[in-house]
């Protein structure tokens, strides 16, 4: 704890500036600290976001190749592929998706994530974004090589 004797400031104006001072200072600190943190910019894969029932998702993206309780495979082509993730409750917990075949159909990582990954020199690159309000996290990820493959994976913080 800070204690400051206004005792110690020789005319009214000093103390007057010092207080009007400490409120600023501590006005911008809580200012600060419930500042809103930024929006996701990826919300949604094809309709399907966090949180839909099971049932929801499948009307959004149709028959999977591969269906189950806590997981649906979709093959949309040879270069295109999402697996849907659900948690006990039958809602989805979390969405990845990969763009294989050099990732042309893949969006720009900015638009997944607000701005550019770690790039590394083999070519690969890859981050991971948080968004504690919202209650997720959006990672892109691009793997070395010729004909990289993209994943971009969207999924629930569990507390």
Avoid at 68 to 75: A, E, H, Q, R, S
């Amino acid at each position: 704890m800070f204690c400051v004797s206004l005792g110690l400031f020789p005319d009214r104006s000093a103390k007057f500036l010092f207080l009007v001072t400490i409120f600023l200072a501590v006005a911008g600190v809580a200012a600060y600290a419930q500042r809103d943190e930024v929006k996701p910019v990826f919300v949604e894969f094809k309709g399907v976001r966090l949180g839909m029932s099971a049932d929801e998702a499948r009307k959004k993206l149709g028959s999977p190749r591969e269906k189950g309780d806590d997981l649906d495979l979709y093959v949309f082509n040879e270069n295109e592929a999402v697996q849907i993730y659900y948690d006990k409750t039958k809602t989805v917990s979390a969405i990845s998706i990969d763009f294989m075949d050099g990732g042309a159909a893949a969006p720009a990582a900015k638009d997944i994530l607000g701005g550019e990954p770690e790039k590394h020199a083999d070519g690969s690159a890859y981050k991971l974004v948080r968004y504690p309000k919202a209650g997720y996290w959006v990672s892109y990820s691009k793997t070395a090589g010729n004909l990289p493959t993209i994943t971009i994976t969207m999924q629930k913080i569990e507390h």
